[in-house]
């Protein structure tokens, strides 16, 4: 079974500054690409940034510059640095984990269950 489980979430204030972590825990072969997804009230959930095995990464326009994702491929875990901290940045951090079972040809989606992240003086 496999397990996604965030971490780092809290009140911070405006221009401030958050880093997340989302571990992989569990029995599995791979791990593709690994994203940060976030949902804020009365929104849906929207892709923040996403990286691959090898280290290439992709991200929303309105994060460039101001996060950034990164991954540590041994501990099984990926890093979400946020600066400059913007009231619109509140909301539900998801992490997503593409595993790839033994066995399997194709990998599947597996979902934390989210740490909330506040914005606010």
């Known amino acids: 079974q496999v397990q996604v489980v965030e971490s780092g979430g809290g009140l911070v204030q405006p221009g401030g500054s958050q880093r997340l972590s989302c571990v992989v825990s569990?029995?599995?072969?791979?791990?593709?690409?690994m994203g940060w997804y976030r949902q804020a009230p009365g929104k849906q959930r929207e892709l923040v940034a996403a990286?691959?095995?090898?280290?290439?990464?992709s991200y929303a326009d309105s994060m460039k510059g101001r996060f950034t994702i990164s991954r540590d491929n041994a501990k099984n875990t990926a890093y979400l640095q946020m600066n400059k901290l913007e009231s619109e940045d509140t909301a539900v951090y998801y992490c997503?984990?593409?595993?790839?079972?033994?066995?399997?040809?194709?990998?599947?989606?597996?979902w934390g269950q989210g740490t909330q992240v506040t914005v606010s003086s």
């Open positions: 990286i691959n095995r090898g280290g290439s990464t």
């Open positions: 569990g029995r599995f072969f791979s791990i593709f690409t």
């Open positions: 997503n984990a593409q595993i790839l079972h033994s066995g399997s040809a194709s990998p599947v989606n597996y």
